[in-house]
Each structure stands twice: as structure tokens, then as C-alpha cells.
């Protein structure tokens, strides 16, 4: 399995709450992203980095915000979480070939 | 804008036997890659196989095929003496060969394989 890991794997937090869903890898990876996916659906792009200080709103909106102070860390805010929130985050990166490195993936559930 | 459609929503084979999941796409460009994921149960998402699209020559890896029919548009993926850690979902994948490395993707076939 490819070098990109996420924390919290799995996380309930009531209505009105702050989170950050963590994500880094160890690849050195510049280009990294998060998605969105819903149980068994397709995945929706919801940030996108180049590298550092480098940040991009995907195709989905998304009340959430990222940053990018460290190749290695692509870390997801949200600052007021609602029950429309609860989903699963998919963090990636992509190194020389193209290919995407996926990491387990954090399972929100907001109540 | 690029699109991706998978047709087969859930599909089911037996143990040994050969499955082909079904991929089509629409875009206007000319340089890009497909590719298709799996992710199991619960699991990481991984890289099945890729294929470029100047590529004539079909990709295979293992037991894991394409067939890349460009003027189709079409990109299905065959299984072939299926396992049961083939059990997950797939996703076909579009990426237009540019800076940005983003994938837009298939809605997925969930895959069954029953011993």
C-alpha cells in the first residue's frame, strides 16, 4: 500500500463543531488532493494542491477549506460541521507517474 | 468537460470465471489517460491498471485487461479467472495529460465474486 495516511479514520462530532481531517504522505509528492465520496458512489474532487501555498477549489463546492504549509501535509477544515457533511474524505497524492496514491480514507459522521 | 459513465452498477461472477466491466467517456480532447481502481471493503483505493490513449496496444496487468476502443470511446476492463479478493468496487478513471493530474470518475460497479 502507497505512503499516504489519514487520521482520523472514522469520526462522529455533533453539529456546530470544528474538525480537521489530517492527511500527509511520505512520498514527497507535490501534487495532492481531497474527494468526496458518498457509500458505494463515485468520487467528487473537492481540493487540489500543486504544492506549497498552493491551494484550488475542485469541481464539487465545498464548504470546507484546505491548506498546503508542508509538501508532506494537505490537512481539511471544517469550521462549522452539519449533518450534509457526513460522507467520506479520500486524500491523494500524485507523484512523476501519473498515478494516484490513495490514502484509507476518514468516514464522517456528523449528528 | 470530461465524463465518465459506468453502465453496470453492480455485477456478480463466480470463483474462476471471466467478467468484463463496462467503461465509456466523452471528451474533446486528444491526450489523456484511463485507468481503473478498485477499492475493497473498507480498504485503500489502488491502481488496477492505466492506459494511455496514444497507446494503440491494449494494457495488461496479470489477470487484469482492458479493451481501449478510442473511437468509442469505450475502456472496459476484463477479469479473468476471478478471485475472491476481486470482491470490491471498481471505478474507471479520465485524466486529461496536463499539469493538474486530476481524475474524474465513473460512478462504479460494485463487484461480487461468489465462490
Known amino acids: 500500500e502507497a505512503d499516504i495516511y489519514q487520521t482520523p479514520r472514522y469520526l462522529v462530532i455533533g453539529t456546530g463543531k470544528k474538525i480537521t481531517l489530517e492527511c500527509s504522505q511520505t512520498m514527497g509528492h507535490d501534487k495532492m488532493y481531497w474527494y468526496q465520496q458518498d457509500p458505494g458512489m463515485e468520487l467528487h474532487l473537492i481540493h487540489y494542491?500543486?504544492?506549497?501555498?498552493?491551494?484550488e477549489k475542485g469541481d464539487l463546492s465545498s464548504e470546507s477549506t484546505v491548506s498546503r504549509i508542508r509538501t508532506e501535509h494537505f490537512p481539511l477544515t471544517l469550521e462549522s460541521a452539519r449533518p450534509s457533511h457526513t460522507s467520506q474524505y479520500l486524500c491523494a497524492s500524485t507523484g512523476p507517474t501519473d498515478e494516484q496514491y490513495f490514502g484509507p480514507g476518514t468516514r464522517l459522521t456528523v449528528t | 468537460a470530461q465524463t465518465v459513465t459506468q453502465s453496470q452498477p453492480e455485477m456478480s461472477v463466480q470463483e474462476a470465471e471471466t467478467v468484463t466491466l463496462s467503461c465509456t467517456y466523452d471528451?474533446?480532447?486528444?491526450?489523456?489517460?484511463l485507468f481503473w481502481y478498485k477499492q475493497p471493503p473498507s480498504r485503500q483505493m489502488i491502481l488496477v491498471i492505466r492506459?494511455?490513449?496514444?497507446?494503440?496496444q491494449n494494457a495488461t496487468e496479470n489477470r487484469f485487461s482492458v479493451n481501449f476502443q478510442k473511437a468509442a470511446k469505450s475502456f472496459s476492463l476484463k477479469i479473468s479467472d476471478s478471485q475472491l479478493g476481486d470482491t470490491a468496487m471498481y471505478f474507471c478513471a479520465f485524466m486529461v495529460n496536463n499539469a493538474g493530474n486530476m481524475l474524474t470518475f465513473g460512478g462504479g460497479t460494485r463487484l461480487m465474486v461468489k465462490p
Open positions: 494542491s500543486y504544492g506549497v501555498n498552493s491551494t
Open positions: 471528451t474533446s480532447e486528444n491526450n489523456y489517460y
Open positions: 492506459q494511455e490513449a496514444y497507446k494503440q
